[in-house]
């Protein structure tokens, strides 16, 4: 088969290679990859900015069917489509485990960064954090949109599980890329007053938040959602929530944030940050970061997505592995929600 690995250092350091087929060990299911999507992650890998066990094949936000298992896979057998929560090796001792944030285990292993993962035509995954896509998602599309199961997981977490959202709260969502859009319509989904904060180049974005239904109102400077929050709330927003991961976007959630008020941080820096922690000091804010998904979260996912939660809107590219620079490079130049890598070209349904 055909894998995308990262294999040195440097940018220079990913490619294509031909690998053996996975097998599935006791316990796992050997996956056709229908979808591979491409998370920020993957670029901070690529720079080098996060850990990776070398070489591996990338990708972990994926969507696929099930050709093969081994053992005992509970009710997923072949034919099945599916997607699964990345870090999906661990201990299955420690008390994160056994509470499902397997994410946070001392000894967890992730499909895309220390195994191999999903930017492949198989991936090999462990039916235990595997997850059977609603009987609803019938045409290709919706299937591939699954591949964006992953990511939305990763804001559920966030929104649903690290936080107390009440109705009527008052929050901005600081970068309309696509955590900033799920986030949006998850904060809506909890009955909270959502502000939409971009730049003046992010009016496509916006305006899609508005063609959702996920906002109350959109902004796109710092002038403008001042005056957006302070109109709704003397006191300031109840809850911030920075998507970006860009110094800048932090800065203005803390000059509109509340008093006691949280922070929701969903971006991921990838490197060191030139920032002023005083700033969470002066008004007792709760900096509240969501590192990736949890058990639970993907529980719920799931259930969103067959209520009627659609995540095609944000699929904006499809190409076949072969174009995976055309599509990173198309992530880190900011022209689409979500990229998808396509490794098997001729998909034939089992």
């Known amino acids: 088969m055909k894998g995308l690995v990262k294999y040195a250092l440097g940018m220079d350091g990913v490619g294509l290679q031909e690998l053996p087929d996975p097998v599935p ?22 720079r080098d900015e996060r850990s990776v066990t070398m070489p591996v094949v990338m990708g972990h936000e994926y969507v696929g069917q099930i050709v093969e298992t081994c053992g005992d896979t509970g009710e997923l057998k072949v034919g099945d489509w599916v997607t699964t929560l990345p870090a999906c090796y661990s201990c299955g001792e420690c008390e994160l485990c056994l509470a499902g944030v397997v994410t946070l285990c001392r000894e967890r292993k992730s499909i895309g960064s220390h195994r191999n ?17 609603p009987a609803n ?19 559920v977490r966030g929104v649903y599980e690290r936080l107390d959202v009440k109705a009527g ?26 502000i939409l904060s971009g730049l003046p180049a992010d009016a496509d974005k916006l305006e899609l938040a508005q063609k959702l239904g996920s906002v109350d109102e959109t902004v796109t400077s710092a002038e403008e959602l001042k005056t957006a929050v302070y109109r709704r709330s003397p006191y300031g927003a109840d809850i911030t929530c920075d998507c970006t991961g860009v110094t800048p976007s932090l ?27 005083d700033s969470f000091f002066d008004r007792e804010v709760t900096y509240v970061p969501s590192n990736s998904s949890s058990v639970s979260a993907w529980k719920i996912t799931m259930e969103l997505l067959e209520k009627g939660v659609s995540l095609e809107p944000f699929v904006t590219l499809q190409l076949p592995l072969e174009q995976w620079h055309e599509a990173f490079d198309a992530v880190l130049e900011k022209k689409v929600y979500k990229a998808v890598l396509l490794p098997n070209n001729t998909f034939e349904e089992v």
Do not use: W
């Open 25 to 46: 060990k006791e316990g796992e299911c050997k996956v056709k990859v229908l979808a591979a999507s491409i998370c920020g992650s993957d670029i901070h890998a690529m």
């Open 117 to 133: 993962g999903a930017m492949a035509n198989f991936v090999v995954v462990p039916a235990k954090y595997t997850y059977k896509i």
């Open 137 to 155: 998602a019938r045409t290709r599309e919706q299937k591939i949109s699954y591949a964006l199961a992953e990511p939305f997981a990763c804001v």
């Open 169 to 194: 709260d008052t929050v901005v969502v600081s970068g309309p890329g696509v955590m900033g859009q799920m986030a949006s319509i998850l904060f809506k989904s909890r009955g909270a007053y959502v």
């Open 251 to 277: 800065d203005t959630c803390m000059q509109v944030i509340r008093p006691m008020g949280f922070h929701l941080q969903l971006g991921m820096f990838g490197g060191k940050v030139p920032f002023r922690l």
